[in-house]
């Protein structure tokens, strides 16, 4: 069955993006920071994580065909939909990087070419050690390795997919394979882009600091991003008669992965926490020591959001298999992880023009990012039937049940 947009769906979408675009304007107009820096600051924040839950749908599409694994077969083109933002996200994180190459903004103080100069009054020992890997050229280098990887990947696997629609016998097990092979092969560039982009594009922001677990940290946060996501979506999907194979046995599995991966999440974020405030060493506890010292709320409202409310409200059966509970835990969830971003993002990047913490000009560009999202996401679900035709594995999906 194809999906078809509804008028209320698409009034819906294009009411986020004009509200949305409408608080982000007027919270432009109220930026008085040096060269705009509130306002780059929030469209790092929101490109980064819009794109990040592209990139988790990827990485768990991608998972998923290198696993061969059965029962997600019937949600497949549900994040081949999330997929189909990829190109936006990337677009407005080469813009956000341009700006700061041309120093239209300040965020990543490592681009100042004073830093690196002995004779200069601004010399900085601990940037110059740093500049064989933190240099334009390369980091250019590096941005476009990362978003041609994932986009063509991201492309191949939609093709793939619609083709396998076509096929049968010998033909469709041979491209079944090619595609297991080709998942294999993308979670090995993911192993490592994901991290690097992370300490590219977020912890560069902060650039005498470093961890070594924040790649996974921040990794943790696009998959579970994803996967609410995802989940919304299906269960939207299935409120409008579409999807009639999913069953509760797939709306439990994906819970789980909602409920997995939070943990993930929440055991990399106190690890890193806990190992760099107990070794006490300067230069790493300067970053939580801002966060804790300037934006406490904002730093434990984060972690309890993402922690405690999937622990204690996922725990049980019946709570993932519950349609409506389920949306209102993972709304409140995605928030949260959006928060983590700000939390990431805002003390190093817009400094002291953060102090007041989240304004009209972060949630107004929120809002219109998420229906920017939902209206990509919804125009890729209308190109092609909600469920693949010839998968091999598409009758063990059916009579999934746990």
């Excluded at 835990?329 to 959006?338: E, K, P, S, T």
Aim: aromatic content about 16%; charged content about 15%.
């Amino acid at each position: 069955m194809n999906f078809t947009i509804s008028k209320r769906a698409r009034t819906l979408s294009m009411a986020l993006i004009a509200v949305g675009a409408i608080a982000t304007v007027y919270g432009v107009v109220g930026d008085h920071s040096e060269h705009h820096q509130r306002t780059w600051s929030a469209l790092l924040v929101n490109g980064f994580f819009f794109l990040g839950i592209s990139l988790g749908a990827l990485f768990f599409y991608a998972l998923q065909n290198a696993t061969e694994t059965a029962w997600s077969v019937l949600v497949k083109r549900v994040f081949e939909g999330i997929m189909a933002f990829l190109p936006i996200g990337a677009g407005v994180m080469v813009l956000v990087l341009a700006a700061g190459s041309m120093h239209l903004h300040h965020i990543y103080h490592w681009m100042d070419a004073s830093l690196y100069d002995v004779n200069d009054p601004n010399y900085d020992e601990a940037m110059a050690g740093k500049q064989a890997f933190l240099n334009l050229p390369f980091y250019w280098i590096r941005t476009i390795a990362y978003l041609a990887v994932f986009i063509l990947f991201a492309r191949w696997f939609r093709k793939k997919s619609l083709e396998m629609d076509g096929l049968t016998g010998d033909s469709l097990l041979k491209t079944h394979l090619l595609t297991y092979r080709r998942g294999a092969l993308f979670l090995v560039f993911f192993a490592v882009f994901s991290s690097t982009l992370a300490w590219d594009w977020l912890m560069s922001i902060d650039a005498h600091w470093f961890s070594t677990l924040f790649g996974w940290y921040v990794f943790s946060g696009m998959w579970v991003s994803a996967m609410i996501t995802g989940v919304v979506l299906v269960l939207y999907l299935k409120r409008k008669g579409y999807l009639p194979q999913v069953n509760n046995s797939h709306i439990h599995d994906m819970g789980k992965w909602v409920f997995a991966v939070s943990f993930l999440w929440s055991y990399l974020y106190f690890s890193q926490f806990m190992l760099i405030w107990f070794a006490n060493i300067p230069e790493e506890v300067t970053y939580f020591k801002l966060r804790i010292d300037e934006h406490p709320i904002l730093l434990w409202t984060t972690f309890f959001i993402n922690f405690a409310i999937p622990m204690v409200l996922l725990m049980s059966r019946d709570a993932k298999r519950n349609p409506r509970f389920l949306i209102g835990v993972c709304a409140v969830i995605f928030f949260g992880h959006w928060l983590d971003v700000n939390m990431i993002v805002m003390p190093g990047a817009a400094g002291h023009d953060f102090h007041h913490g989240i304004e009209l000009l972060d949630l107004g560009m929120f809002v219109m990012f998420l229906g920017i999202l939902i209206t990509t996401v919804f125009r890729a679900l209308a190109r092609a039937p909600l469920t693949p035709v010839n998968h091999p594995y598409l009758e063990e999906s059916v009579h999934h049940q746990i």
